[in-house]
């Protein structure tokens, strides 16, 4: 008997089972005899032949034996997941040099408790703006829902938001 040292790198060699077919394959062609046998026993009527169950058998063997094709190496079904894992990763990859990711940092705690009082003192603010009475709520409700009026958003510098309208008297 001959022997053959297979290299150690050589890790993606599939074993052949019967003839050329590998387990994958096999399994591929083995999984709609068990489909087939729960779908002749659960489906009505039970344990009897109907049209239905011999078409519903038919497809997932056909489906099956598609899958099981070897193409460059590699069966349909490998091909698919590699195909379904590509279109489902993310399409844009956004790379953030500033992360704390395995970093030590032990400025990091300080200006985390600084950011903290100061959003505080932010919230603080917010809280002691006026709210606007019913009736002069309604009359910007009514202005901004004219025709004539103009209403503009523009952003700041600074990140804020302006809104302006103006009013067109007939």
């Given at each position: 008997?001959?022997?053959?040292?297979?290299?150690?790198?050589?890790?993606?060699?599939?074993?052949?089972?019967?003839?050329?077919?590998g387990f994958s394959q096999l399994a591929l062609l083995v999984i709609p005899v068990f489909i087939a046998a729960a779908l002749f026993v659960i489906l009505p009527p039970v344990m009897h032949s109907s049209a239905y169950k011999y078409a519903i058998m038919i497809v997932i063997g056909l489906l099956m034996g598609i899958l099981a094709i070897r193409i460059k190496g590699k069966i349909i079904l490998f091909w698919l997941i590699t195909i379904l894992r590509y279109n489902l990763r993310p399409k844009y990859y956004l790379f953030?040099?500033?992360?704390?990711?395995?970093r030590d940092n032990p400025?990091?705690?300080m200006q985390t408790e600084e950011e903290e009082e100061a959003k505080s003192v932010t919230k603080r603010d917010t809280a002691k703006l006026p709210r606007l009475a019913l009736h002069d709520a309604t009359r910007v409700l009514?202005?901004?829902?004219?025709?004539?009026s103009n209403l503009r958003f523009e952003m700041t510098k600074k990140?804020?938001?302006?809104?302006?309208?103006?009013?067109?008297?007939?």
């Open positions: 008997m001959r022997s053959t040292v297979v290299p150690a790198q050589v890790t993606t060699v599939e074993d052949r089972i019967m003839g050329s077919l953030n040099k500033n992360t704390d990711t395995l400025q990091h705690n009514e202005t901004i829902q004219r025709q004539n990140g804020g938001l302006r809104v302006r309208f103006t009013e067109v008297d007939k």
